[in-house]
């Protein structure tokens, strides 16, 4: 079983929807949680990251942690097609950031 | 502006030979750097958590001969991949953060591309 695990997609949705990525992890002892966003070639860069059970809202974006089933996931509203990108999803526990495979996402104008 | 910086962006070398990709932090001390590496269309792979003043901590599967990590002040760790093949080409990352890191505020470097010919 992978530590991080994410469906590598891609998910299409048309402009203006609401995107919902998820993401479930192995280690139980995971402290804090991210969501990065990776365009192609390009480093990722943090979008937001969680650390305790239930929603976290930044402007378009809302991070969602429930620790006893082990998922976070991450909505996307109003989505945009300069949102096209790939997402990563990352898990703490003691100092190693371990990142999943990534889901593509896809706004269709 | 970029608080973790790398250089080069892009380097290209003969098989056989050794490549040194730079990692710096800009604005803050960084005990802890950690290098990964990405392959096209797959995830971060971490490859090691290079710890200044002392050896780096690689992970499984990873040659640590191969790949040497020397993290020689808290602001700079330097990668070099020593007699390059074209199955190391990659993307190399490095990231860090204050505090050694263990914060949530995690800052990730432009990227090496590495191509071996």
């Known amino acids: 079983q992978k530590e991080v695990e994410q469906n590598s997609g891609p998910l299409s949705v048309p402009e203006g929807a609401i995107a919902s990525l998820n993401c479930t992890y192995s280690?139980?002892?995971?402290?804090?949680f991210f969501w990065y966003r990776q365009y192609s070639g390009k480093s990722p860069e943090l979008i937001m990251f969680i650390y305790s059970n239930g929603d976290k809202e930044d402007g378009r974006f809302t991070a969602q942690l429930n620790k006893a089933s082990q998922y976070v996931s991450l909505l996307i509203r109003d989505s945009q097609p300069s949102d096209s990108a790939t997402y990563l999803c990352?898990?703490?526990?003691?100092?190693?950031?371990?990142f999943g495979q990534g889901t593509t996402l896809q706004v269709k104008p | 502006g970029a608080v973790v910086s790398q250089h080069p962006s892009r380097v290209i070398c003969k098989s056989g030979t050794s490549v040194k990709i730079e990692c710096r932090s800009l604005d803050f001390q960084a005990t802890t750097m950690f290098w990964y590496r990405q392959f096209p269309k797959q995830s971060l792979m971490l490859m090691a958590t290079s710890n200044e003043g002392s050896k780096a901590t690689y992970e499984q599967g990873v040659e640590k001969d191969k790949f040497l990590i020397n993290h020689a002040s808290l602001t700079l760790s330097t990668l070099t991949v020593t007699s390059a093949h074209p199955e190391d080409s990659s993307f190399y990352i490095c990231?860090?953060?204050?505090?050694?890191?263990?914060?949530?505020?995690?800052?990730f470097g432009e990227g090496s591309w590495l191509t071996v010919v």
């Open positions: 280690d139980r002892g995971s402290q804090s």
């Open positions: 990231s860090a953060g204050p505090g050694g890191g263990g914060g949530n505020t995690i800052y």
């Open positions: 990352a898990v703490r526990g003691t100092g190693k950031l371990i």
